[in-house]
């Protein structure tokens, strides 16, 4: 079974940057949606940051203007860049994939999408913004 895994996380002041990083190799050729999530205690698992098959971004009004989502590596790498991090933005990070969205009758946006909507999933990056 395929795993996506994410890596990058880690404890910054608030003002910080980080970026986070998940290969996403075996879903570089399909019909997808795919980006990052978070979840903090106790909240629902939130959608972050999408791009689709032609590039097209969305991102969540909380962090629009200081995370960027981009692929690299021929897509075989999912980035999130985190910057002017906030105490708010603490939270566990994933990457996720939504395979045929399209054909499902899903629009890969925000707040469209919804965690449940994707099945593929990384274990999760911790992200800590504290002063």
């Known amino acids: 079974q395929a795993r996506l895994v994410e890596s990058g996380g880690g404890s910054v002041h608030p003002g910080g940057s980080l970026r986070l990083s998940c290969d996403t190799s075996?879903?570089?050729?399909?019909?997808?949606?795919m980006g990052w999530f978070r979840q903090a205690p106790g909240q629902k698992r939130e959608g972050v940051a999408l791009?689709?098959?032609?590039?097209?971004?969305h991102y969540a009004d909380s962090v629009k203007g200081r995370f960027t989502i981009s692929q690299a590596n021929a897509k075989a790498t999912l980035n999130l860049e985190l910057s002017n991090l906030k105490p708010e933005d603490t939270a566990m990070y994933y990457c996720?994939?939504?395979?045929?969205?399209?054909?499902?009758?899903?629009?890969?946006?925000?707040?469209?999408?919804?965690?449940?909507?994707?099945?593929?999933w990384g274990q999760g990056t911790q992200v800590n913004v504290s002063s």
């Open positions: 075996t879903y570089a050729n399909s019909d997808y949606c």
């Open positions: 996720a994939v939504f395979l045929k969205y399209v054909t499902y009758g899903y629009k890969c946006g925000l707040p469209d999408v919804k965690a449940d909507d994707f099945g593929y």
């Open positions: 791009i689709d098959k032609k590039d097209m971004q």
